[in-house]
């Protein structure tokens, strides 16, 4: 018997109702400030000026060679002022992939609200590469998918977004995230992370007055911030609202990659880097600024022959975490009620009332154009009696995205 009351695991491949309350959450490496900021404590924000009370200013990045101040004011550029936004500070020796123990307790402290959750680092330790990237950043790809599956089975589904710093200067030996490998003991085994994003996009002017480690970092907090400022379905990279440079605060002048080289020094690479399903900054003819080519996920994209599609991308991930999310809170209520049965099985009026429960739930979605549709199927054979378990099957249909146009333009001596 389990005491989570409603259990809604995702489909194998073979949100608050009242409106948006997604939170979102920052852990990575710090320096403490005595009497003011403490290491592996929780801070909840609304706001730039909150992160600063607290000491953490332009001048705390700069004197201590750091990104910290710079994640957080860029996700509150392009998140709006008040969004909440959890954060926790490590000593500077915590890699990766022993960040995901302090992650719980920025988890469970924010009540399990936090949607996305953002790992960033400012080691100084030498970089090792593996496949063209850190050693510290590879090993960590399956642990953050272990954390992200603990977190659902927990009713705290969230998406994690790890910053891809200091990769190879030779963007061809970058490893492949839609193929991705570790090696487990002496063989290598193929991972499917669909709960994790790779940011190695970088603001090449900001970056470059920083040194050592500093100087190769990938902005996760302007990606997060550009998830925070739309609708859970929406594309990272949505070309109409979503451009990340700010003229006037002299932001994002200069694109570039975690590997300290300009835009057009890597410029050449970049369909390959979109193709291996890393989030880097794009830029389009006609148009100024940069912008996220998309929000790929660490998996190969897979549709199978029942037409089922798997997480490939943040917003099918957002798209399941977030129907969970409000499906859960609906059937809550539901649980411990007495359900009358004919002949031990659920008569169909019961049927078709836990049905349209979770319908009601798609239709409140579709109407506010956060998916295409949804459909709930309640099984009659369920058993009440001995088991006690409700079996429902959900299904839903994300929106669709544009990622290219694709036609044929001719002179014609009229139409």
Known sequence: MSLRGVGISEGNIGVNQSGDAREFGLIGNGIAIAKKLDLNTAYILRRIQDAESLGITAEYDTKNNVHVHRHISEFYRNAKPGRKLNIMLLA?????????????????????????????????DAITLINGLPTAVSE???????????????DMPLHITVEGFGISETLSNLADLR?????????????????????????????????????????VGTFLGIVASHAWNRNPGEVETKNIQNVSLNSWMIGGLSNHKKYSEV??????????????????????????????????IVIDEQGNVNQHAIYYSHTIDECTRALRQVYLPEIKKPVPLESRLLPIDMVEYYNAIGDAVFKKFEKA???????????????????KILNVQFTVVPTGTINELIGTINLKTSL
């Open 179 to 219: 193929d991705f490998e570790v090696v487990i003991g002496t063989e290598p085994v193929k991972v499917s992370a669909t709960k994790v994003s790779m940011v190695i996009a970088q603001d090449w002017q900001h970056a470059e007055a920083f040194t050592g480690n500093a100087k190769k970092y990938a902005d």
């Open 267 to 300: 410029f050449e690479s970049l369909e390959t880097l979109n193709d291996k399903g890393y989030i880097i900054p794009v830029k389009y003819q006609g148009k100024a600024g940069y912008w996220f080519n998309d929000g790929a996920t660490i998996a190969p």
């Open 92 to 124: 500077d020796t915590v890699v990766f992939k022993d960040m995901t123990v302090e992650a719980k307790n920025l988890m469970v402290n924010a009540d399990g609200m936090i949607s996305d959750l953002g790992f960033f680092s400012n080691s100084t």
């Open 140 to 154: 960590a790809i399956t642990e953050f998918q272990n954390l992200a599956q603990w977190a659902s089975v927990n």
């Open 369 to 387: 154009g956060l998916i295409s549709e949804g459909k709930t199927n309640v099984d009659p054979l369920s058993d009440l009696l001995g088991s």
